[in-house]
């Protein structure tokens, strides 16, 4: 897991239109970069649609939201579409952001261990620093989470 207040890992991913997504393009806002295990599932379907919800008062705040998952353009596409979906959700099958955020790890379910994403929010201020580091956060509160941080936060 990265640290609050150590400088956020750039990448360029593409979008579900297959349109190219760099992270440090967002400077000057702040950015809500949130990792999940994958398109479809119950509770990245919850936490999707919690963020979907709760977009207007990002918007309102200048907040950019980011969803990234191993899941291919063509399956965000259909999450987006299926779940109307208005934020940025990136592709990242080879693990280049994954990895670089630290969010790559062994898992257990069911007993068996595999890897996988641990589910984990990231607040990325205006200058590219991380503000705020929210590991295993739960789907259906997440954004509401980040709302509240925000509020108690705000300068």
């Known amino acids: 897991m990265l640290e609050a207040k150590t400088k956020a890992p750039d990448f360029t991913l593409p979008d579900k239109d297959g349109h190219p997504v760099t992270l440090s393009d967002f400077r000057g806002k702040k950015v809500v970069l949130y990792f999940y295990p994958k398109d479809n599932t119950p509770g ?10 709760a977009y207007d008062a ?3 705040k200048d907040i950019v939201v980011i969803g990234v998952s191993k899941d291919s353009t063509a399956s ?6 299926k779940y109307n979906l208005p934020f940025i959700l990136v592709s990242d099958p080879d693990r280049v952001a ?3 955020y630290d969010v790559w ?3 257990k379910l069911y007993g068996k261990i595999n890897m996988g994403v641990v589910r984990t929010t990231y607040i990325i201020d205006e200058n590219g620093m991380i503000e ?10 997440n954004a509401a989470d980040i709302l509240t941080y925000l509020a108690e936060h705000a300068s």
Not at 132 to 141: E, F, N, Q
């Open 44 to 53: 990245c379907t919850k936490q999707a649609c919690a963020f979907a919800e």
């Open 58 to 60: 990002f918007r309102e």
């Open 76 to 81: 965000h596409q259909k999450f987006a579409d």
């Open 98 to 100: 994954i990895e670089a």
């Open 105 to 107: 790890k062994e898992k």
């Open 132 to 141: 705020h580091v929210m590991p295993k956060v739960k789907p259906d509160t």
